[in-house]
């Protein structure tokens, strides 16, 4: 069984910066990709930054130049800097890897509240 312990959410006005962080824990032999989504009220979880075990990452368009993902491989968790924050960042954001135990498979965090005050 794997555990995502998710940290660093809270409230910050607009330009701040808030850094969120994921750990893994439980039966795992690797992690291949490890990610960060978004969910605000009324509207659908999109995707906000990923990397994959090679260190590829991708970007949402909107989060481009403002944050950054990054992971520890020694510590099976990845963070999330967010600088310059904007109040259309707020939402749940949650953590979501990709492990390699006895079978391969997708594990999501239970979501850390941002919100972003104008």
């Known amino acids: 069984q794997v555990q995502l312990v998710e940290s660093g959410g809270g409230l910050v006005q607009a330009g701040g910066s808030l850094r969120l962080s994921c750990a893994a824990s439980?039966?795992?032999?690797?992690?291949?990709?490890m990610g960060w989504y978004r969910q605000d009220r009324g509207k659908q979880r999109e995707p906000v930054a990923a990397?994959?075990?090679?260190?590829?990452?991708n970007y949402a368009d909107p989060v481009k130049g403002r944050f950054t993902i990054s992971r520890d491989n020694a510590k099976n968790t990845v963070y999330l800097q967010m600088n310059n924050l904007k109040p259309e960042d707020t939402g749940v954001y949650y953590c979501?890897?990709?492990?390699?135990?006895?079978?391969?498979?997708?594990?999501w965090g239970q979501g850390t509240l941002v919100t972003v005050s104008s």
């Open positions: 439980g039966s795992i032999f690797s992690i291949n990709r």
């Open positions: 990397i994959t075990s090679g260190g590829r990452i």
């Open positions: 979501n890897v990709e492990v390699v135990a006895h079978r391969v498979f997708e594990v």
